[in-house]
């Protein structure tokens, strides 16, 4: 189960010219260890969010707090690009019908 973490205060703005807003999802693994990923949703536009692969992985949800609260805004337009990438990747992937 995804369990919301933080809305980061930065705003991204990605290559396509959207701004989106970023926030942290994450979630606890059989072993107790967490694990984060971000998701970018467009502000004002109607685009679908993108969201990235695992981001980091921490001991505990204090951790992935801790981690997510000292994320820089560069990090986060990073963390864009390889949403964007991995949503691309994804839509020429053929279906599996």
């Known amino acids: 189960m995804?369990?919301?973490?933080?809305?980061?205060s930065a705003r991204v703005r990605g290559a396509d010219g959207i701004t989106y807003r970023a926030r942290t999802y994450g979630t606890a693994r059989a072993d107790g260890?967490?694990?984060?990923?971000?998701?970018f949703t467009p502000?004002?536009?109607?685009h679908p969010t993108l969201r990235t692969e695992q981001e980091t992985s921490?001991?505990?949800?204090a951790a992935v707090e801790y981690w997510a609260s000292g994320l820089e805004p560069v990090y986060l337009e990073g963390a864009l690009a390889r949403a964007r990438s991995e949503s691309q990747a994804a839509?020429?992937?053929?279906?599996s019908a």
């Open 2 to 8: 995804r369990h919301f973490i933080l809305e980061h």
């Open 33 to 39: 260890t967490w694990i984060a990923w971000l998701e």
């Open 43 to 46: 502000v004002g536009a109607i």
């Open 58 to 61: 921490q001991p505990n949800r």
């Open 91 to 95: 839509e020429r992937r053929p279906s």
